[in-house]
């Protein structure tokens, strides 16, 4: 848990609800603030399996999936090369499009913005960095002459930015636990639309679950999920965020370490179809189990 991206925060308090409910079962339970010497932290302690609750670099992008690899230690969550593709907003776009899900109309920069706003239509305009989640970094822009301001002041922040069109309809999201699709939730944020400070201030956002939604977009919202999580590659959880509009669903992103902390939106949808939360912290260790070679063969060391 913890790291250095800009959902530490946000991470320590997920880590610390999980390490909670892993002592309450039973196990015994190392905390790790991750930093640049985990190596030689995960070599002293000879932990048995990793349970990852790290959001953004370098939890959901690959890299200490990697690590852990290389060191033989069974982890939970994704994989390296799904944590990798579901981090990356344009890579995982192309495939969702290649898988035939619908996404709003993005570009990445490479021409002028005036070609850049004939493709994608507008105003107004999201945003966003390519590789961060929690909606960190993420802006609207409503008038033509501050896209570009805006798109290089995200860049130069974040590294990498990209231009989506604004959906202006209902936020959903649907979250994967195994191979169960969790009831679709509905985001109504007292703010413009669900920031950083909706997700994780108590109060501002009323969470709806399950969405009212008409039976055929609730089904192809599930389906969606269901279908991103599976063609990214994606082991164990997910979250899959999107947008509804004209009785449409859109998806914005894939999550492949969801918040487990107790206002977070997982726990409640596995609540609601009879799922405690110290289940879906058993389900998801005992994935890292069933995944890894050694467990499964009885002769192994």
């Known amino acids: ?46 932990i048995d399996i990793a349970f990852i609750a790290l959001h953004g670099v370098p939890g959901e992008d690959g890299t200490v999936q990697g690590l852990l690899e290389i060191l033989g230690i069974p982890y939970t969550g994704s994989g390296v090369m799904a944590s990798a593709i579901s981090i990356n907003k344009i890579i995982t776009k192309v495939i969702l499009q290649a898988s035939r ?36 970094g993420v802006e609207i822009v409503k008038e033509p002459e501050a896209l570009e301001s805006t798109f290089n002041r995200i860049k130069e922040k974040y590294q990498d930015a990209f231009i989506e069109e604004f959906i202006q309809g209902r936020e959903i999201t649907v979250g994967i636990l195994g191979e169960d699709v969790l009831p679709v939730v509905e985001h109504v944020p007292k703010s413009e639309f669900f920031d950083y400070r909706a997700k994780y201030t108590p109060g501002v956002t009323e969470e709806i679950i399950p969405a009212k939604l008409p039976e055929k977009v609730y089904k192809e919202a599930q389906s969606f999920a269901l279908r991103s999580h599976r063609a990214i590659g994606c082991n164990s959880f997910s979250r899959v965020d999107m947008m509804v509009k004209d009785n449409k669903v859109w998806v914005l992103e894939l999550n492949s370490i969801p918040g487990l902390t107790d206002i977070s939106v997982l726990p409640a949808e596995a609540e609601q179809s009879g799922i405690s939360y110290d289940e879906v912290i058993y389900r998801i260790l005992e994935s890292a189990i069933q995944r890894d070679s050694k467990y499964q063969n009885p002769n192994s060391k």
């Open 1 to 46: 848990m913890g790291g250095w991206s800009p959902e530490r925060e946000i991470s320590l308090k997920s880590g610390k609800k999980v390490a909670e409910s892993l002592k309450r079962q039973g196990f015994k339970v190392v905390e790790i603030d991750v930093g640049h010497n985990l190596a030689d932290v995960l070599e002293k302690e000879k």
């Open 101 to 136: 899900i619908r996404v709003p109309r993005y570009i990445k920069l490479q021409i002028d913005f005036k070609k850049a706003i004939e493709k994608i239509g507008g105003p107004p305009w999201i945003v966003k960095p390519v590789s961060c989640g929690s909606s960190v």
